[in-house]
């Protein structure tokens, strides 16, 4: 049973084909990974007659959306002449870091970890600070570590690899991208925190990260349906990970948030079209779910993203059925694409905020 109904918040342009990571600025506004990965797939069918090319997005305080950073030709990759913004997250220095997931270009250790340098709120500039990942994807800034999701590490007929690396932050700031190493019969890159094992029946292993307030880190698994707990050393290598959730009502877990204001874990469902409430024990509750749509009227249409702006729990809308039409509830990219809106409220049982 869904304690809320997800509605309508923004409905985008055309030229938002695809939409993915969300980051709250220090003005309080939201820049919007906007890859654009449905080009293709909507050229082939005809629906648009030209690429939109990848950017990020600022959503302002009236809720207005508009261009914040355009990726010029000297920041598109060298071989695949492509840029794939996914999550992304405001570090210490103030910069946007961006994971640029080359995946869908190249599946040969061509993703990157980019920087895109902010000055006086206004995005100027991109460096590439980390090469040779396969398919970076979430990111979580804890201090001065940035924690980043490898949702392919490596992967054979009957087991697939991923887990979450951490960079420092003075790492980062050097002249040079940091290069990290292949993995390779278990053994992988020394910024590796935590490395997970699944059946590679999706081909997407670890994907949305997040830190509790006791220092502990949470990573779902995609393809598992699963949320990994991990206690971390001094040099941020997992010590102790045990299963946090798998639960009946949750597939696809996507990106995860944890907000000390709720005490709770809110996470998008990318292939049950579902946003769910997990609490520190592991109890799930289910805030919306809805069947194939086209999300026109709020309704949820793969959502992969979630932030927390207030009370308003923003959900991104990727909407990437070509990819995923074999293992989640979509059947179909629409040309339309849309963030949903649940307002949470105190209600009994849940969702009881601090006084």
């Not at 950073?69 to 920041?75: E, K, T």
């Not at 946090?244 to 079209?273: C, E, H, Q, R, T």
């Not at 702006?309 to 990727?318: K, Q, S, Y």
């Not at 990219?333 to 009881?352: A, E, H, P, W, Y």
């Amino acid at each position: 049973m869904e304690v809320y109904r997800a509605g309508p918040f923004i409905s985008l342009p055309v030229s938002y084909n695809t939409i993915d990571g969300m980051a709250m600025s220090p003005d309080s506004t939201i820049i919007l990974s906007v890859p654009n990965f449905n080009n293709e797939y909507l050229l082939q069918k005809g629906a648009i007659t030209a690429p939109s090319a990848a950017f990020m997005a600022v959503i302002g305080k009236n809720d207005s959306v508009n261009h914040w950073y355009d990726f010029n030709s000297d920041d598109l990759h060298p071989e695949t002449g492509k840029v794939g913004p996914m999550d992304c997250d405001f570090g210490p220095d103030g910069n946007l870091y961006v994971a640029d997931r080359q995946w869908f270009y190249n599946k040969d250790h061509k993703s990157r970890i980019v920087r895109i340098n902010v000055k006086d709120g206004k995005a100027i500039s991109m460096d590439v600070v980390v090469e040779g990942m396969v398919s970076c994807n979430g990111m979580y800034w804890k201090g001065n570590v940035l924690f980043v999701t490898e949702s392919v590490l490596e992967k054979n007929d009957s087991a697939l690899y991923s887990g979450v690396y951490a960079f420092k932050l003075d790492e980062m700031q050097q002249s040079f991208p940091l290069k990290v190493l292949p993995f390779s019969n278990g053994n992988g890159d020394s910024h590796l925190s935590v490395t997970f094992r699944s059946f590679n029946h999706m081909g997407s292993g670890a994907d949305g990260v997040t830190f509790d307030g006791q220092g502990n880190l949470y990573t779902t698994v995609i393809e598992e349906g699963t949320i990994y707990k991990s206690k971390l050393d001094e040099n941020n290598k997992a010590v102790d990970t045990k299963l946090f959730v798998k639960d009946k009502n949750i597939i696809g877990p996507d990106g995860l948030i944890y907000s000390p204001k709720y005490k709770l874990f809110f996470l998008a469902d990318f292939l049950a079209n579902a946003v769910h409430a997990i609490d520190l024990k592991g109890n799930v509750t289910t805030l919306h779910k809805n069947g194939d749509t086209n999300g026109v009227d709020g309704s949820l249409d793969e959502p992969a993203e979630v932030i927390l702006r207030g009370d308003e729990l923003l959900i991104v809308n990727m909407d990437m059925a070509w990819a995923s039409k074999e293992y989640g509830v979509n059947t179909e990219v629409d040309l339309q694409t849309n963030i949903s809106r649940i307002v949470l409220k105190k209600r009994k049982g849940f969702g009881k905020p601090n006084d």
